[in-house]
């Protein structure tokens, strides 16, 4: 029992040892790093520092002199130490810190992955049966250097998202409306169907009891079982409230979000690995698009947000005749459930019969009225829909269309909309220099552009589809390739269009689409000029001129009213010899961090090298008087000056592999 007891005690005792040490080597090295692996460090010191030393050194007797004992225990410990920080330096260069999971991180992440797998199997294998299993590997592949073979792989592109579930659904909804990719992907990513199989009533009487509190008989006066429609997110039934109102009530699908989030998070690991792989998907701005999609999939599935902006749009719609959208029930809506204003009329898509109805010019007003409104809603209010396709418009008997599924809108702030609104005017101009310099205010310019040839490039695209034409449908058609032009343009020379003007473009985009089934040879390039032209007189009236007057100037009296003191002092300066120019050097905090640190780091290769080569000469020069009988002074400063060394050097070292500092060293 004694034995088993001073067993315990000497490896709790090494054990505290071990983590003091490792500690200390962690303080002395200067830089955060994980406790795992100083731990590992400090062991690798501790058995290999006595070792090397007593393969160099006998050990002294114990009856040696208590100097020689004292020495011979610093010696091992100096050595320890630098043994210690070698292993923890070489461990950084192999296994930078932060490349590898920790252990909690790693146990909390277990159950994840082995969720995630059986996804991860199933997408796999829907890949590979539609053939694309190969482009993750990365590298040109030959077979898609023709139209037929990319209308090909556009099909299966199409067929396995289809195959893969609601999120890459509409995933590739979205793709589908960009015009900066081959347009075979486009014509097919915009087939894709969000349908699915309605669920039972029972199921929808569940959710509808748990999120309003009380059975779905009691909250309504009645509500149709049967779904007037079923997607893969939520389904409709009609119902009628107890105040007599005729409403639609969406319903989220059960288990759905824990769905999206779990698809969300392996789209996310899966653009992150393509974009390291592949050329194409750094092209695309695969990350960029996935983080921008993934936001807007959340706000989709809390149906709050839908209903706060169903207010926020109908607010912006109260002066416009022939738009409207339907208005939410708040005390009957939830996270999950939504109830609103059930709208006359049918889907644009089926409203052909209607439309024949009205005629061609009332049809090209409708046109041209969607066209203002949703203009308006980017460039002036700020908040639009982003994905106004024939489905999500409803077309009354009278020609008065309603907005359906605001689940998810874009905004953009006033910098924003301004540079919007420069680009759309420049656009109906057709000038390229006024064109190339509202595109370059609007999106991120890389390190390297060569502007003079951008603008000769969007010269020519103008030059080439916006030309005069005398045929109407012909000026229509060129719509689509022009925009289509443009964008690639934009992708060719690396222009990054941050998100929310990026959702503004699709929504153009998505627009140009539905007023060709509104009124079929609807030129949006001309009914944007149009609209820029009397935006632009109504900026430019007697009353607009003078609100912008006053705003203005009730922004510069303060400057004005300063103004003439400031001139004054000025003056008196100058007339005395008094003016100074004062400019401060590093005046930004970042800068003279980094200086800073430079400046550390410099000082400490001079100390380290300086030390190391007294070291040197320190040894060279030994014994110097004599500390024992085999020691001599000049040996232990020697040792103090190359343990000094060595130490200064393994920090800077494990800063370089780092590739980050954390602060001056």
Known sequence: MVDVLGAQLYAWSALIALLLFALFVRRVIGVRLGLPRTLLAAAVGTTLGPALVTSMLPVPPGSADTL???????????????????????????????????????????????????????????????GLARFLRGGRHRGVATPED??????????????????????????????????EFVAELSRLQDEAHPLPWPAVEAVLAAEL????????????????????????????????????????RPGIASQVAGDLDILDRLARTLTARTAWARHLGLTDLVAGFAAALHEELDFRVERDNLATVAAGL???????????????????????????????????????????????????????????????????HVDLHPGNLLVADDGTLAMLDLGSVGRLGSRARTQLALLLAALSTADSVAVTDALLEVVDRPDVLDEHRLEQEVGEVLARFTGP???????????????????????????????????????????????????GGYDLIDGARRYAGRSAAHATSPRELRSTLEAELLGLVPVLRRLPRRIDRITDAVEHGRLQVNVRLLADPADRRFVTRLWHQALLVVLACTAGLMAVALFLAAPGPMVTDVVGIFHVLATALLAGSVILVMRLLVVIFRGADDGPP
């Open 68 to 130: 020689d004992l004292l020495l011979y225990t610093a010696l091992l410990s100096v050595v320890a130490l630098v043994v210690a920080m070698f292993a923890l330096a070489t461990i950084e260069m192999l296994v930078p810190n932060g490349s590898l999971p920790g252990p909690v991180s790693t146990a909390r992440g277990l159950r994840g992955r082995l969720r995630r797998s059986r996804r991860y199997l199933r997408i796999l294998r829907v890949l590979a049966q539609h």
């Open 150 to 183: 990319r209308r090909a792989l556009a099909r299966s592109v199409r067929r396995a998202m289809e195959d893969a579930g609601v999120t890459f659904v509409k995933l590739g909804q979205q793709l589908g409306t960009r015009r900066d990719i081959p347009p």
């Open 213 to 252: 509190g009380a059975p779905p008989s009691q909250v309504f006066a009645s509500i149709d079982p049967e779904p007037l429609a079923s997607a893969s997110v939520a389904q409709v039934h009609v119902a009628r409230t107890t105040a007599g109102r005729d409403v639609v009530v969406k319903v989220q």
């Open 318 to 384: 109260e002066a416009s005749a022939g738009i409207v959208v339907p208005a939410a029930e708040p005390d009957l809506s939830t996270a999950r459930v939504l109830v609103m204003e059930r709208m006359p009329g049918i889907p644009l898509g089926a409203a052909e019969p209607v439309l024949a109805r009205l005629g061609e010019d009332r049809r090209r007003a409708i046109a041209e009225n969607l066209l203002h409104v949703v203009v308006d809603q980017v460039v002036v209010r700020g908040v639009f």
């Open 469 to 519: 034409s005398t045929v109407q449908a012909a000026q229509a058609a060129q719509a689509a390739p022009a925009m289509a032009a443009l964008f690639q343009l934009v992708a060719r020379y690396r222009l990054g269009i941050p998100p929310q003007v990026a959702a503004a473009f699709r929504t153009l985009a998505t627009l140009e689409g539905t007023l060709q089934v509104v009124c």
